[in-house]
T-cell receptor, first 113, second 118 residues
């Protein structure tokens, strides 16, 4: 039973490019959460999605960031026109139902040059 | 708003000894959950242990136990018989468990870097 799968593991982008981070939740899980970890910090909540719906995006910057979880396929976190301050580890987690235990993926380390 | 405080940026322990990692929290929610996660140098987040605010007994999972002191708002992690593989960052986190709120959102502390010496 595969866990939460994130890819790529490492992503390097130049300033101004777009970054697309993918997350496939655990089998049977329809709730997906994205967290960001800045250097020497704990994880911070960004967005919570269910299939085809954004439930809570209160932790996501209003500009340049977007997230989706389509009916088919993985959840995507998209960062347009990346800046150096976007360099961080981005973690995806999933749960079967809201309020249940979260299972985390291994994260995507984004480096912006 | 919820807040997690981990006051120990780094801790050292000798192999086979026990170590306590501190965590204090602040919340106005009557029902909440407390979590500990381990993050090794490879980066993944590994769930270790969970304590509910209404649980009568302290949680235990193998060598991990959670020293939950509700009145003091502390949820310290105790690792017994430390092993070299325990060297990692450890994060304390909490979540509102109420029915009408953001019971899906974890708030994390800044973490404690544990180093186990041979």
């Amino acid at each position: 039973n595969a866990g939460v799968m994130q890819n790529p593991r490492h992503l390097v982008r130049r300033r101004g490019q777009e970054a697309r981070l993918r997350c496939s939740p655990m089998k049977g899980h329809s709730h997906v959460y994205w967290y960001r970890q800045l250097p020497e910090e704990g994880l911070k909540f960004m967005v919570y999605l269910q299939k085809e719906n954004i439930i809570d995006e209160s932790g996501m910057p209003k500009e340049r960031f977007s997230a989706e979880f389509p009916k088919e396929g993985p959840s995507i976190l998209r960062i347009q026109q990346v800046v150096r301050g976007d360099s961080a580890a981005y973690f995806c987690a999933s749960s079967r139902e809201t309020g249940e235990k979260l299972f985390f993926g291994s994260g995507t380390q984004l480096s912006v040059l | 708003a919820q807040k997690i405080t981990q006051t120990q940026p780094g801790m050292f322990v000798q192999e086979k000894e026990a170590v306590t990692l501190d965590c204090t929290y602040d919340t106005s929610d009557p029902s909440y959950g407390l979590f500990w996660y381990k993050q090794p140098s490879s980066g993944e987040m590994i769930f270790l242990i969970y304590q509910g605010s209404y649980d009568q007994q302290n949680a235990t999972e193998g060598r991990y136990s959670l020293n939950f002191q509700k009145a003091r708002k502390s949820a310290n992690l105790v690792i017994s018989a430390s092993q070299l593989g325990d060297s990692a960052m450890y994060f304390c986190a909490m979540r509102d468990n109420g029915s009408g709120g953001s019971n899906y959102k974890l708030t994390f502390g800044k973490g404690t870097l544990l180093t186990v010496n041979p």
